[in-house]
């Protein structure tokens, strides 16, 4: 078996290593470049909203690709991280660079107390628990007066920019590079972990719980292990989301759209496989936008049909998701049918 | 190599692409909700808007309405003033995009956007560019106390309107001889609804009333059941409901089922207002108080509201004005006006405009006293007034001076009624 | 707090348990038999509500006479998902169920949007009007019929998949297919007749609730999360589950709203299927 490991860790992740390394690195290095070309602040959101949503979307694809629990109530953690540095910096005036780690902190410690009792739960038992459990922490946040109610949190502008204070008013290109870095940081970081012992044992796990543990991995451990690292991943778009909109409430912060939203990227893109969550956002948060802009002005709910649409579509012609037309993955070569 | 070009020139031709708008009109984007739950409310303020362009750039025979006897906006030349319209679907992140776009597309001043959350998050979007954002819906208090300099409000906050309800408490039990001092309040648990309820809970306190139940449920809830049961046991003297349209419903016909008849009930609009509640509860609604900013029977008094009222069933689908369109209408013109006295399209003179604004009470289809800013961007002359439903319409009961009914009280209980 | 407020309150919450036993009976059908959420079931619900409205509005059919008439839709309805989308799912991962049920209801829910606008419906002055006084107890009567008719159609339904061959074929393709196929029992008719019945079920409290419950677009997600807990509660793929869960989850929501807190009433029914799933993690009657 170790042989066979050292095998796989030697595998190419592409088959033609050096053309991809250069395309992204290419990519990368004109994403570093792209303020520079002056575009507008408009695109500039477009793709903060991309980096952003891609992280999320990794986020949930650990819990769910890497170790097989469908959590429909993942949006929940971006609400702790949004309502985490907003409080501090609110009412301590805390830079919201600690409120970041306070907010990856707080959602590790639920992660925990939800996955310890939950993550025993079978398939649909869990997925309906997560659900409700996020909008019982929606309801608890609309009631609770010390961190604003239903009005939720409204940061004070500040008259100027300040890196301190995480909140840049004159132009976005400050977010977009703090974006940036978070996204390339946890692609990173998702990759080492496909990569690394950890991830071989989540994928065990969610492949076939009972092999893995006779194999002597214990199962829960590892699902709540993968349900803590996809939390803290999330916590921080959540916060940087707070430092970005400068109002937060419940009803955008707690809404289970966010935790949909992500699940549809992801399943988009293709579950349990690292490129997947970021083709898939590079493809809907667009095409979401877009529809908006063009459609969804006349009030006719166009650009929802398209993504319900779409949804079914994929469900149906492409369950691995659109990354299935690029390459089949290696290191998942047993798709469980 | 070459896909790096070619990726390179990809990009700033997607940048080139928005059209620079002309500068001779005036471009002022507007953003309300076009889809969800208060699609129906966003509609009708967008047809509220465009009933305001139709007055602003054509001629209308329309005497006291400012703006209305000339094609176009007169200081600027005749420039006609036009609209770029969003949907921000009522999420703040969705009204912060919208308005990102449609800065970039050139707009002069920005609009909208009946949902409080989305307005706070737009209007710091507005503010870091120096541009203004002028919103005559929505009733958060909190708005116009962030120290904003580009946003003002035309229109009344709930703190205002639970003023108003307050006023009238109190003018009761002096007039009458009578003792109201117990109050309960439900409320909805949105931004708009848990706001409402604070704002009544925190005023009481101060004017020394007591909150003997105070509840708040989840909007477009199933049941009310146990909701309308603790009230019934605690029987406050009023009870002042924040409601949605399906919830006003739910809760009168679960008070009707369990008997529960309140002596007085004041809601704070929204639900109580929708064009279809006195329609759809036909006689269960009779007693009902609410408050508003808006009544078509204040036709009476003032004639514009008929003539304004035809131009927007054009735009509406043959709906009537109410509550929500009459303020966008009041709000949009009041920022037109202020466009042209300051007689350009610059950010900063259009704020100064609208710091100097002075528009009088009668070129006005609501019953405010004027339009006139505080150093908060509040319109400060807001006023409003307090309606019974009578015989199946909405009779304005106070203030006393504007009223063109007497109080029905207590409220007729449901086997008279 | 008398004993008559809190028999009202008990009154009160045995009524809309009734009502989310029913809604729920039709998801647990479905997925007694597929192992497929119909995540797009608040929506049905929905769509039973506006057919409903629509009966009454255009025909002038008072929502009691038109039930039938629902009931059939829906059903039509149901044998279309299964056909069009469901088909095509079944052998798919968990995950990809989930969420082509997802995209079902936005879809519907969009679609919806857009021919009948966000706005609220109500169908006025229905025969079912007033009130019944039992003693000290207060029960509307449209509440009381509606609840009643649900626990008929909730009768009606066990004894159908209990007591006829054709329910006892679907028992059996929920059982075990392949066993079932090849004693002649073919799956996929089974599977939409599944369908049929289980939006039947919801057509029938749909159409109930419209005589006192105004319908638009988004009527159907609190009650959808109402169900699925119902259905957890209960246990997935036990019918009988499903009505005491209801019957739980309604009296829940009710004594909890009263005696403790109403603004926290959805927390209570949470809780309580927090704690069910833990201890006892496959619901009350569940299979698994």
């Known amino acids: 078996m170790l042989d066979k490991l050292s095998l796989a860790k030697k595998e190419p992740v592409w088959k033609n290593n050096n053309k991809v390394l250069y395309f992204l690195g290419s990519t990368v290095l004109l994403l570093f470049c792209l303020p520079f070309f002056n575009v507008n602040s408009f695109y500039l959101h477009l793709f903060i909203m991309i980096f952003m949503h891609s992280v999320m979307a990794q986020s949930w694809n650990v819990i769910a690709g890497f170790s097989g629990q469908i959590s429909l109530g993942h949006g929940l953690f971006f609400g702790i991280g949004a309502y985490a540095t907003s409080f ?95 996204f390339l940081v946890t692609f990173l970081l998702s990759w080492l972990l496909s990569r690394s012992k950890l991830g071989y044992r989540l994928r065990a796990v969610r492949d076939d719980p009972q092999a893995a543990s006779s194999l002597c991995i214990n199962v829960s451990h590892y699902k709540i ?31 289970i759209e966010i935790s949909i939203v992500v699940l549809l990227i992801t399943v988009l893109g293709g579950v349990g496989n690292i490129w997947g969550p970021l083709l898939g956002t590079v493809i809907l948060i667009p095409i979401s ?35 299935s037309f690029f390459h089949r993955n290696v290191l998942d070569r047993k798709q469980k049918r | 190599m070459k896909k790096t070009i070619i990726t390179i020139l990809s990009f700033l031709s997607l940048v080139c692409l928005p059209a620079m708008g002309l500068a001779k009109d005036v471009k002022i984007g507007v953003i309300y909700p076009l889809t969800g739950s208060s699609a129906q409310i966003g509609k009708d303020a967008v047809a509220a808007v465009n009933t305001a362009l139709d007055i602003i750039n054509n001629k209308h025979d329309i005497p006291g309405m400012p703006l209305a006897e000339n094609e176009g906006l007169s200081g600027l030349n005749g420039a006609k003033v036009s609209i770029v319209v969003g949907d921000h679907t009522g999420k703040p992140d969705v009204g912060v995009s919208e308005t990102e776009k449609m800065l970039n597309d050139g707009v002069h001043a920005m609009y909208g956007a009946y949902f409080s959350s989305v307005v706070a998050a737009a209007s710091t979007v507005t503010e870091r560019a120096g541009i203004p954002f002028v919103n005559g819906d929505s009733a958060s208090p909190k708005l116009t106390s962030r120290g904003l300099k580009y946003f003002f409000r035309v229109g009344p906050h709930d703190g205002m309107f639970t003023q108003l309800m307050f006023e009238f408490i109190q003018d009761f039990n002096k007039k009458n001889n009578a003792n109201l001092n117990t109050l309960g309040i439900l409320h909805e648990d949105t ?197 019974q439903v009578q015989n199946g319409k909405y009779c304005t009961v106070y203030p006393y001076e504007l009223a063109a009914c007497d109080l029905v009280y207590p409220m007729p209980t449901w086997d008279k009624k | 707090m008398t004993i008559e407020i809190i028999l009202q309150a008990i009154v009160a919450g045995l009524i809309m348990g009734l009502i989310y036993a029913l809604i729920a009976a039709g998801l647990s059908l479905i997925f ?174 749909g159409s109930m609730m419209m005589n006192y419950f105004a319908v638009f677009t988004d009527v159907g997600i609190n009650f959808a999360l109402f169900a699925f807990v119902a259905v957890a509660l209960g246990g997935f793929g036990s019918i009988i589950g499903c009505l005491y869960a209801g019957i739980i989850i309604g009296l829940v929501e009710s004594l909890g709203g009263l005696l403790i807190d109403p603004s926290f009433k959805l927390l209570y029914v949470f809780a309580i299927y927090l704690l069910v799933v833990i201890y006892r993690p496959q619901g009350l009657f569940g299979r698994y």
């Open chain 3, 32 to 205: 007694g038999l597929m192992e497929i959420v119909n995540f797009a079931h608040g929506e049905h619900l929905m769509l039973s509500m506006f057919t409903s409205f629509w009966l009454w509005s255009l025909l002038g059919l008072d929502p009691l006479f038109s039930v039938p008439i629902t009931i059939l839709l829906m059903a039509v309805c149901g044998v279309v998902t299964h056909y069009m989308l469901i088909r095509y799912i079944l052998k798919a991962k968990m995950l990809i169920q989930i969420c082509a049920t997802f995209g079902l209801s936005i879809f519907i829910r969009s679609v919806a949007q857009l021919l009948w606008t966000p706005d609220y419906r109500n169908v006025e002055n229905p025969l079912m009007e007033g009130r019944i006084e039992l003693g000290t107890i207060y029960v509307g009567q449209p509440q009381l019929f509606a609840s009643l008719i649900c626990l008929l159609a909730f009768m009606g339904l066990y004894w159908f998949v209990t007591k006829t061959e054709t329910g006892l074929a679907l028992q059996a393709t929920a059982q075990d297919r392949h066993a079932a196929e090849i004693l002649g029992i073919p799956s996929d008719k089974m599977f939409a007749l599944g369908w049929a019945i289980g939006l039947g079920c919801v057509a029938v409290a």
């Open chain 1, 88 to 182: 501090l910096f609110t009412e301590y005036g805390i830079t919201p660079w600690i409120g970041i780690i306070f907010g990856m902190f707080v959602s590790g410690i639920i992660a925990i107390l939800i996955g310890i009792p939950m993550l025993r739960l079978h398939g649909h038992y869990f997925a309906i628990a997560t659900l409700l459990i996020a909008i019982g922490f929606s309801l608890v946040f609309r009631r609770w007066d010390l961190v604003g109610a239903a009005s939720g949190l409204w940061i004070p502008i500040l008259p100027t920019d300040s890196w301190v204070a995480l909140q840049f008013n004159s132009s976005k290109v400050p977010y977009y590079y703090i974006f940036l870095a978070f």
């Open chain 2, 191 to 387: 931004l708009w609804g848990s706001d409402s309820g604070s704002t009544q809970n925190k005023m009481a306190k101060e004017q020394g009333l007591k909150v003997i139940e105070k509840i708040s449920y989840k909007a477009s809830t199933t049941t009310l059941t146990s909701e309308v049961q603790r009230l019934k046991a605690k029987d406050p003297d009023v009870l002042l409901p924040s409601q949605y349209t399906a919830d006003a419903f739910l809760f009168l016909n679960t008070a009707k089922e369990l008997d529960y008849n309140p002596k007085l009930l004041i809601a704070q609009n929204a639900g109580y207002v929708d064009p279809t509640f006195i329609s759809t509860l036909g006689d269960n609604a009779e007693g009902v108080i609410s408050r508003s900013p808006f009544n078509t029977d204040l036709a009476k008094t003032i004639p514009m509201i008929g003539t304004i009222n035809e131009v927007f069933k054009k735009y509406s689908g043959g709906r009537d004005l109410s509550d929500v369109p009459a303020r966008a209408f009041t709000g949009f013109m009041a920022l037109a006006v202020a466009i042209n006295n300051a007689g350009s399209t610059d950010p900063d003179k259009i704020r100064e405009g609208l710091v100097n604004l002075d528009i009088p009470g009668e070129a006005l289809i609501v019953p405010y006293r004027g339009v006139k800013f505080g150093p908060d961007g509040q319109n400060d002359a807001v006023r409003g007034v307090l309606m």
């Open chain 1, 225 to 255: 292990i993968a349900y803590v690292i996809s939390a803290i991943m999330m916590a921080p778009m959540g916060s940087l989301f707070a430092q970005y909109i400068l109002v937060i409430d419940p009803a955008t912060v707690f809404n």
């Open chain 1, 289 to 323: 936008e877009y529809t908006r802009i063009y459609f969804g002005g006349t009030g006719g709910a166009v650009d929802l049909i398209l993504y319900g649409l779409i949804l079914m579509l994929i469900c149906v012609f492409r369950p691995n998701g659109l990354i």
